[in-house]
């Protein structure tokens, strides 16, 4: 396959965190749904006029009342003890709309295997649990908002968990957990049990945050005549060198260089460096393409099974 349509959603950057990202650029691959999460321009003040809307009116705290609730389901009427307590919650406003959700996770240590990105995981953020695919990337804030991302987040570690779901308003606390099963093939709620695996903190929702996946094509060196270098086994034919040939090329010794000229008609190139390379050395090309966050399922007391691509209530 050529590399320019294998690699056709791929760009390169001159510098991962200063470097604009052209969102123009993903329109054509962003999921159905993109356009039509909700945009939070001015999170701080946001949140604060609906604090305030909540603190209006309603009940005293510490005043005894009573709660009549109608069209309770069946099954909720089977299942409910009066000796254990039922507990009641509402939802700020806009806390059903769904966001590009971000929060902050960071791994046990008592948890000694790796997370892999958009593995299944259960968090429990306030009074809501969520089954959520979430897309790891690094924290921190950059100028371009552009993050790289994270295969995977090994124990001990942070990231920044992001994914499609409910919005969630101020920093509430978050548990995660992984779902083990004493009998996979079995359906029974009693059988499912849940390992607390990392905890963390909701983050402000963004949908400009960009998380970033990030391939290198590496070359080796064939001829080197000072800082003239011809480059092989990066490309295999003259039509791919010649679409890469605006990106710039780095080595591990830290030299970096450009493409000059093809050579021949199988992907054999010249480039020139800032310095003279060892012939040990190997040449590589960064490309990077955006990676969108997946949806997130409300946990539901009829939420029986939850497979891979389907969902049985």
């Known amino acids: 396959?050529?590399?320019?349509?294998?690699?056709?959603?791929?760009?390169?950057?001159?510098?991962?965190?200063?470097?604009?990202?052209?969102?123009?650029?993903?329109?054509?691959?962003?999921?159905e749904e993109w356009r039509r999460l909700l945009q939070v321009p001015d999170y701080k003040s946001s949140r604060s006029q609906v604090t305030r809307e909540t603190l209006v009116g309603g009940v005293t705290a510490g005043t005894r009342v009573h709660v009549h609730l109608r069209n309770v389901p069946a099954e909720l009427q089977q299942s409910y003890n009066p000796l254990q307590p039922l507990t009641l919650f509402s939802q700020l406003r806009h806390e059903h709309k769904r966001v590009a959700a971000?929060?902050?996770?960071?791994?046990?240590?008592?948890?000694h295997e790796p997370i892999k990105s958009k593995e299944e995981m259960i968090m429990q953020c306030g009074p809501r649990r969520f089954i959520i695919n979430p897309v790891f990337s690094q924290a921190g804030n950059t100028p371009n908002d552009v993050h790289k991302f994270d295969r995977y987040l090994h124990p001990g570690t942070s990231a920044i968990a992001s994914f499609t779901g409910p919005l969630t308003w101020g920093a509430v606390p978050a548990l995660f957990f992984k779902r083990t099963s004493a009998d996979q093939s079995t359906e029974s709620k009693a059988s499912i049990q849940f390992t607390l695996i990392g905890t963390g903190t909701s983050l402000p929702p963004s949908s400009s945050r960009v998380v970033a996946k990030r391939v290198i094509l590496t070359g080796h060196p064939y001829k080197i005549h000072k800082k003239l270098v011809t480059i092989r086994y990066m490309f295999f034919n003259r039509e791919d060198v010649e679409w890469f040939k605006a990106l710039q090329l780095w080595t591990k010794r830290g030299r970096s260089g450009f493409i000059k000229e093809s050579l021949g008609t199988h992907g054999y190139f010249k480039a020139t460096f800032d310095g003279r390379i060892n012939p040990q050395d190997s040449v590589g090309v960064?490309?990077?393409?955006?990676?969108?966050?997946?949806y997130a399922i409300v946990w539901s007391p009829k939420l029986e099974e939850v497979g891979e691509g389907r969902i049985a209530v």
């Open 286 to 294: 960064s490309l990077y393409k955006r990676v969108w966050p997946r």
């Open 1 to 31: 396959m050529l590399a320019r349509e294998r690699l056709a959603r791929y760009r390169g950057l001159k510098s991962l965190r200063t470097s604009p990202w052209e969102e123009a650029e993903d329109r054509a691959h962003e999921p």
């Open 102 to 111: 971000n929060v902050s996770i960071s791994l046990s240590s008592d948890y």
